[in-house]
Nanobody
Framework: QVQFVESGGGSVQPGESLRLSCAASGFTFSDFAMRWYLQAPGKEREWLATITRPGTSSAYADSVKGRVTISRDNDKNMVYLQMDNLRPEDTGVYYC????????WGQGAQVTVST
């Protein structure tokens, strides 16, 4: 069964950094592009970033471009999201999934950015 386990969330102040990790299993990891998503409080889940299968190319939503970096380790079946200069609007639950997405989604990693 496909499984995603996100970790690395926490409570930080504006301007600080966090690195999220996602352990994927139940499929051939290197066969899929991977994505990170954010579900902010009271909002729909939205796409943030995509990384290609070999990890040589990535794309970002305008809301995070220049502040986050997605990366992956195909030997470890891991995908990461380095987030810098965090803002209060980055608060929410972060999810990873493959592209196209598979169910079930993971439990997500809670990130709270506040003073």
């Amino acid at each position: 069964q496909v499984q995603f386990v996100e970790s690395g969330g926490g409570s930080v102040q504006p301007g600080e950094s966090l690195r999220l990790s996602c352990a994927a299993s139940g499929f051939t990891f290197s066969d899929f592009a991977m994505r990170w998503y954010l579900q902010a409080p009271g909002k729909e889940r939205e796409w943030l970033a995509t990384i290609t299968r070999p990890g040589t190319s990535s794309a970002y939503a305008d809301s995070v471009k220049g502040r986050v970096t997605i990366s992956r380790d195909n030997d470890k079946n891991m995908v990461y999201l380095q987030m810098d200069n965090l803002r209060p609007e980055d608060t929410g639950v972060y999810y990873c999934n493959r592209c196209p997405p598979a169910k079930p989604w993971g439990q997500g990693a809670q990130v709270t950015v506040s003073t």
